[in-house]
């Protein structure tokens, strides 16, 4: 069993930027694709960001339309972690996030074996 723990939410103005992290228990982590998900209130959970493993010590990224440029995802597999950098942070952008673990995608879905609490972040304008 994987367990996820985020932290590094917090309340920043516009333009800041923020990290967060997501540290996995585990000792298969290096080979798992991992995710970032966010959900703002009212609102469905949106992909933000993921990365993939693929082969040695290669890896992909991939990220959504609206943090395209802004955010930036990578792990240190010695540490078990994942992080997502945030930068340039709009009020847009204030939702909690999600750190997802060994993420497959099908039929338009992203579904994820494994998922952390949440961390909430609020960015004020």
């Known amino acids: 069993q994987v367990q996820l723990v985020e932290s590094g939410g917090g309340l920043v103005q516009a333009g800041a930027s923020l990290r967060l992290s997501c540290a996995a228990s585990?000792?298969?982590?290096?080979?798992?694709?991992m995710a970032w998900f966010r959900q703002a209130p009212g609102k469905e959970r949106d992909f933000v960001a993921r990365?993939?493993?693929?082969?040695?010590?290669?890896?992909?990224?991939y990220y959504a339309d609206s943090v395209k440029g802004r955010f930036t995802i990578s792990r240190d597999n010695a540490k078990n972690t994942v992080y997502l950098q945030m930068n340039s942070l709009k009020p847009e952008d204030t939702a909690v996030y999600y750190c997802?673990?060994?993420?497959?995608?099908?039929?338009?879905?992203?579904?994820?074996?494994?998922w952390g609490q949440g961390t909430q972040v609020t960015v004020s304008s």
């Open positions: 585990g000792r298969t982590f290096s080979t798992y694709t």
């Open positions: 997802a673990g060994r993420l497959s995608y099908s039929g338009g879905v992203y579904e994820a074996d494994y």
């Open positions: 990365i993939s493993w693929s082969g040695g010590s290669t890896y992909y990224t």
